[in-house]
C-alpha cells in the first residue's frame, strides 16, 4: 500500500517572521485563521500585532443589515454597536490566551472594506511603517468570508503610491 507521505511530501517548518503583522477583517479572523501559529511565534519570542480591520457589527442576528443602523460614518472607528463591543471583549479575551498583547481595533464599516479601500489601505501602510513587519499572515484570497480583496491583499501593496 502507498503512504501518503509518499504521494503528499510534507516538511515542518519554523512559521516565517520575525515581526509579524496579523490582519484580521473581523474579530475571530485571527484565531481561526492562524492561532496556533500565532501561539507558536509568541512562544518563540517574535513580535505579533493583530489588527482587525472591522468589528464584524453586521453579523449581528439581531440587528438590520443596513449600514446605518450601525455605523455613524465611512471612516475608521465609526462603527461601534453593542455587538461590535461585545465581538471586541472576545477577541481580546482570545489573544490573551494566544499571548498576544499588541493589537487594535480599526472598526472600519463591516463588509464596507471596499468603500473605504483608499483609507483602509492607508491605515494598513502607516501600520507597517511603524511596526516593520518581515511577515504578514492574512486571510487566503479564496477564503470564503466577507472581507478584503483586491488591493487590500497584502502580496500587492507595493508603496505609498498605491493609494
Known sequence: MIQESEIIPYHVSEPPGERVL?????????????????RLLIEAK??????????????????????????????????????????????ER????????????????????????????????ETMDEFKPDAIYAPSMVELNPGPPGRLQPWQWRSRGDV
Do not use: W
Request: glycine content about 8%; charged content about 25%; aromatic content about 6%.
Open 94 to 125: 482570545a489573544l490573551r490566551v494566544l499571548g498576544v498583547s499588541d493589537y487594535a481595533f480599526l472598526r472600519f464599516p463591516d463588509r464596507g472594506i471596499h468603500e473605504n479601500e483608499n483609507d483602509v489601505l492607508l491605515r494598513l501602510l
Open 46 to 91: 517574535k513580535k505579533i500585532r493583530v489588527l482587525f480591520l472591522t468589528s464584524g457589527e453586521r453579523a449581528d442576528p439581531a440587528q438590520e443589515v443596513s449600514p446605518a443602523v450601525h455605523c455613524s460614518g465611512s471612516a475608521a472607528g465609526s462603527c461601534v454597536t453593542d455587538y461590535s463591543l461585545m465581538r471586541e471583549k472576545e477577541a
Open 22 to 38: 496579523v490582519l484580521a477583517p473581523h474579530p475571530d479572523d485571527e484565531a481561526l485563521g492562524c492561532g496556533g501559529t500565532v
